[in-house]
């Protein structure tokens, strides 16, 4: 089944411990990124990367650090975390390119994504 | 700067109608993406439709069908017969640039209510 795993589903930290959030995808997706979700706020992007070892800034990175070493995982690292990182993130995917519609009938950018973590830094 | 701007946090419609979402987008790429998601009660985030900035025809997908006025810059969802299963925050996105997704832009959503 595609999907887009992420772990895990729900974390409650205290601020200073460094965390990781994981984010797998088995469909060969080239691009990858990750949002967090607030009320009213809608998702803002965080990083985004296009292929292995390609990564880039969303509009909130401030805090975050991202990895794009193997092309099915891209994982998200807090390495100091604060009580405004507490919020919903969503990891998702999707091809690139000409390949999309071919493979997929999806149209360019339109994005798998996973479930959802839940983070709250006390 | 770009942006995407949904002016209705809140809809309430009755079964059967048709409701129309609106969107404005802001960009100075003459090359950009239109995109809907739905996010229901259980949270997950689904693509609904897309609309490209060089496409003639308005985008449709079985009951949902995106009303594209350029000049204007706004990319309003359009659901006909509307459905309790249709209550839901739906976000509408875009994505500048043809080739590739890069960067992708969300508005602040507008939750819809569905009344038997």
């Known amino acids: 089944e595609a999907q887009v795993t992420q772990n895990p589903r729900y974390l409650i930290t205290v601020t200073g411990k460094k965390l990781t959030v994981t984010c797998s995808q088995n469909?060969?997706?080239?691009?990858m990124s990750w949002y967090r979700q607030d009320p009213g706020l809608g998702l803002r992007q965080i990083y985004y990367?296009?292929?292995?070892?390609?990564?880039d800034k969303g509009d909130v990175p401030e805090g975050y650090k991202v990895s794009r070493k193997e092309k099915r995982n891209f994982p998200l690292i807090l390495e100091s975390p604060s009580p405004n990182q507490t919020s919903l993130y969503f990891c998702a995917s999707s091809l690139l390119g000409q390949d999309l519609i071919r493979r997929t009938g999806l149209p360019r950018g339109a994005q798998y994504f996973g479930p959802g973590t839940r983070l709250t830094v006390l | 700067a770009q942006k995407i701007t949904q002016t209705q946090p809140g809809m309430f419609v009755q079964e059967k109608e048709a409701v129309t979402l609106d969107c404005t987008y802001d960009t100075s790429d003459p090359s950009y993406g239109l995109f809907w998601y739905k996010q229901p009660s259980s949270g997950e985030m689904i693509f609904l439709i897309y609309q490209g900035s060089y496409d003639q025809q308005n985008a449709t997908e079985g009951r949902y069908s995106l009303n594209f006025q350029k000049a204007r810059k706004s990319a309003n969802l359009v659901i006909s017969a509307s459905q309790l299963g249709d209550s839901a925050m739906y976000f509408c996105?875009?994505?500048?640039?043809?080739?590739?997704?890069?960067?992708?832009?969300f508005g602040s959503g507008t939750r819809l209510s569905i009344r038997p």
């Open positions: 996105a875009m994505s500048p640039g043809y080739s590739s997704a890069s960067k992708i832009i």
């Open positions: 469909m060969n997706h080239e691009y």
């Open positions: 990367s296009m292929n292995v070892e390609v990564t």
